[in-house]
């Protein structure tokens, strides 16, 4: 389904005044469900899963390099500390906002490739390494890699707020505690109404 919102996401409405042809009036959807009608139509059920492993390795890259970065900015922040008492809610959402800048930074390139595969039509349609290289030998050069950057920085709000409102949460309920057991990682993330009713 991540390809069928991509695409509906980067279509670009007419005017139903508009009398100029479109060559792409095949590939206009109504809503998700004439989109995966057309979709399987004309590219089979593989269309509807177009870009799934760049968008698999999107997903793990971008997790993978937030809790890398996070832990890395987190850990030199504690380090030039005076005091040693935990980070307020300020400090602990900009660390986060820090963190997930830096993790857009390295992996935006596989999410641009990712799109580009999931709207491009089942004939112009390649892999990620000849995708990638159609990006940078267009007019943007290495940069188009990195085409939307700015608009993603604003989404690092997200991760902020989660992984702020963890560590908060973790200080609360575990004290001095360094190392969690996944039960009580798993604890942490359920919705605050949740333990509220407990």
Same mark, same amino acid.
């Given at each position: ?10 279509q670009?409405?007419?005017s ?8 792409a ?9 004439d989109?995966?009608r057309k979709v399987?139509?004309h590219? !089979?059920i593989? !269309?509807?899963y177009? !870009?799934?492993?760049?968008s698999?390795?999107?997903? @793990?890259s ?16 504690m380090?030039r500390?005076?005091v ?5 809610t300020?400090?602990? =959402?900009? =660390? %986060?906002?820090?963190?997930? @800048? ?15 595969q ?6 112009e ?6 995708? @990638?290289?159609?990006?940078?030998? %267009?007019?943007?050069g290495w940069t188009?890699?990195?085409? %939307?950057?700015?608009?993603s =920085?604003?989404?690092v709000?997200?991760? @902020?707020?989660?992984? %702020?409102?963890?560590?908060r =949460?973790?200080? !609360? ?11 009580e ?7 605050p ?6």
């Amino acid at each position: 389904m991540r390809s069928i919102k991509t695409r509906l996401q980067v279509q670009v409405k007419r005017s139903p005044m508009s009398t100029s042809v479109n060559p792409a009036d095949h590939e206009h959807y109504d809503s998700a469900v004439d989109a995966i009608r057309k979709v399987v139509k004309h590219e !089979g059920i593989a !269309g509807l899963y177009a !870009g799934m492993a760049g968008s698999l390795l999107g997903v @793990a890259s971008t997790n993978f390099a937030y809790f890398y970065w996070y832990t890395v900015v987190r850990t030199l922040y504690m380090a030039r500390r005076a005091v040693d008492t935990a980070p307020g809610t300020a400090i602990e =959402l900009s =660390l %986060g906002a820090v963190a997930g @800048a830096l993790a857009q930074l390295f992996t935006i390139p596989v999410a641009v490739v990712t799109t580009r595969q999931q709207t491009m039509s089942k004939d112009e349609r390649k892999g990620m390494l000849a995708t @990638a290289m159609d990006v940078i030998e %267009g007019e943007d050069g290495w940069t188009g890699l990195w085409r %939307g950057l700015r608009a993603s =920085l604003i989404l690092v709000v997200n991760p @902020a707020i989660t992984y %702020g409102a963890y560590q908060r =949460l973790r200080e !609360g309920m575990y004290p001095g505690k360094k190392t969690l057991k996944p039960w009580e990682a798993f604890r942490e993330y359920r919705a605050p109404s949740q333990k509220t009713r407990r």
